[in-house]
């Protein structure tokens, strides 16, 4: 087994390759959450789990080029994303500014967030709990991080079942491919492949209330359509949720 500095080391690696962001920049950035119809489900879903009309302060876990951040910039909130890349955050606020959005990007672990305790409103996290070797401690010390009675927004995708969308929904970035000792670090991951109701089971072991899956009927159409117009863009091809929970 490896360590987990060597675990994280080697994923560091993959996501500040360039060739890595431009992918996930092309794919979802342009792609999926930049299609009208999918950013405008993705935008609704997520009013849901934002209780009353006043702006919130939120935090962005494993932002990435801020994918899911511009969508709550979007909605008026005060955002902070963070991200251990600084190719994927320097790409985050690239997308920002083109969008004349207002996004805070800091570097840092997600695993040991540089903030105070009680401070946000909202923290949310997009894909990012499989990639992490203690993903059940992470979500610990991320309720530490909201204010009582502030919400938990997990984002994800379940798994495909149908073999030839399994073949497509894992393809590589074009110009990286990874290596053996990538491929061995995600064997590792306790969270490699887990579903909706595993990530439900882990908010409510860490003392979660009112915890919900917000219907997702509008986000798959827009993301069928969206297949449809451009395939080459590389829809996901597995089942999208998003949990949200209270602390107490």
């Known amino acids: 087994m490896m360590r987990d500095e060597e675990l994280k080391q080697i994923f560091h690696s993959g996501w500040t390759n360039p060739n890595v962001v431009s992918h996930r920049v092309e794919r ?5 959450f930049g299609f009208a119809a999918s950013r405008s489900a993705w935008l609704d879903v997520l009013r849901q789990t934002v209780p ?3 702006p919130c302060k939120i935090l962005d876990m494993g932002t990435g080029p801020g994918t899911i951040a511009l969508l709550w910039a979007e909605l008026g909130h005060a955002i902070t994303g963070v991200d251990f890349s600084a190719t994927m955050i320097s790409a985050g606020r690239e997308a920002a500014k083109e969008r004349g959005l207002t996004v805070d990007f800091v570097e840092a672990d997600v695993e040991a967030p540089p903030f105070p305790e009680n401070t946000f409103d909202v923290i949310s996290s997009r894909a990012v709990l499989f990639t992490l070797p203690h993903p059940g401690y992470a979500v610990a010390q991320w309720i530490r991080l909201l204010k009582p009675g502030g919400t938990l927004v997990l984002i994800g995708e379940n798994n495909p079942t149908d073999p030839e969308k399994l073949k497509r929904q894992h393809r590589p970035a074009p110009g990286w491919e990874p290596d053996e000792a990538y491929r061995n670090a995600l064997e590792q991951l306790p969270f490699r492949s887990h579903t909706d109701g595993m990530v439900r089971v882990v908010m409510e072991a860490a003392g979660l209330r ?3 899956n917000l219907p997702m009927k509008s986000v798959l159409a827009a993301r069928e359509e969206h297949e449809k117009q451009n395939p080459n863009y590389g829809v996901l091809q597995g089942t999208p949720y998003v949990l ?5």
């Open 244 to 248: 949200a929970g209270q602390r107490r």
């Open 210 to 212: 009112n915890i919900r």
């Open 28 to 32: 979802f950035i342009k792609g999926e």
């Open 52 to 54: 009353g009309e006043s």
